[in-house]
Nanobody
Framework: VQLQASGGGLVQAGGSLRLSCAAS????????IRWFRQAQGKERVLVAS???????SYADSVKGRFTISRDRAKNTVDLQMNSLKSEDTAVYYC??????????????????WGAGTQVTVSS
């Protein structure tokens, strides 16, 4: 199983980036796919999720600015990030799990991880 995150880069505050997580070995339609981020010196935190049921959820800090979506045909999950802020600067990781609804989607509970992609927002 491989998850490949891409799309990171350097952007000015207020700008947009689109991250993509390409999966192989699993179907994104059968797993919960999540985006986490880890700022330098801080813990890895959950940013957005799309469950296998298509239900989406977001951290309060990104609600209304970020959108997670899935393309079953391409076997990818994207994270559209708009109105970026300097505090969005972090390494972004995609992860997959099969947790049931109500289970805590913490870092330790993920089944698979992709390598991170750096997002830097300049103010």
């Amino acid at each position: 199983v491989q998850l490949q995150a891409s799309g990171g880069g350097l952007v000015q505050a207020g700008g947009s980036l689109r991250l993509s997580c390409a999966a192989s070995g699993i179907s994104v339609g059968n797993y919960n796919i999540r985006w986490f981020r880890q700022a330098q010196g801080k813990e890895r935190v959950l940013v957005a999720s799309i469950r296998w049921t298509s239900t989406t959820s977001y951290a309060d800090s990104v609600k209304g600015r970020f959108t997670i979506s899935r393309d079953r045909a391409k076997n990818t999950v994207d994270l559209q990030m708009n109105s970026l802020k300097s505090e969005d600067t972090a390494v972004y990781y995609c992860a997959a799990d099969r947790l049931i609804r109500g289970a805590t989607p913490n870092v330790e509970a993920m089944d698979y991880w992709g390598a991170g992609t750096q997002v830097t927002v300049s103010s």
